[in-house]
């Protein structure tokens, strides 16, 4: 089972799961009362792109010039 990245609201500063390049609907910070339902203004916010993807498999050899042996 593999888990959805968080990343922190833009409105209310939770970590909040990012779905399909949106922030996951989630509520504000704070109690509310038990018939109050209210989402924060940041659900369904489009979530900015991070500075550099993540790298599968570190870092990768820089390309050398030339033929590459075979074997």
Same mark, same amino acid.
């Given at each position: 089972? *593999?888990?959805?990245?968080?990343?922190? !609201? /833009?409105?209310?500063? +939770?970590?909040?799961?990012?779905? =399909?390049?949106?922030?996951?609907?989630?509520?504000?910070?704070?109690?509310? *009362?038990?018939?109050?339902?209210?989402? !924060? /203004?940041?659900?369904? +916010?489009?979530?900015?792109?991070? =500075?550099?993807?993540?790298?599968?498999?570190?870092?990768?050899?820089?390309?050398?010039?030339?033929?590459?042996?075979?074997?």
């Amino acid at each position: 089972m *593999s888990s959805s990245p968080r990343r922190a !609201c /833009p409105v209310c500063t +939770r970590e909040i799961a990012v779905v =399909g390049g949106r922030f996951a609907r989630h509520d504000p910070p704070g109690r509310r *009362s038990a018939l109050e339902l209210i989402s !924060c /203004p940041g659900s369904r +916010r489009i979530a900015p792109l991070l =500075g550099t993807p993540p790298k599968l498999f570190g870092e990768a050899d820089p390309p050398t010039p030339g033929q590459q042996p075979l074997f």
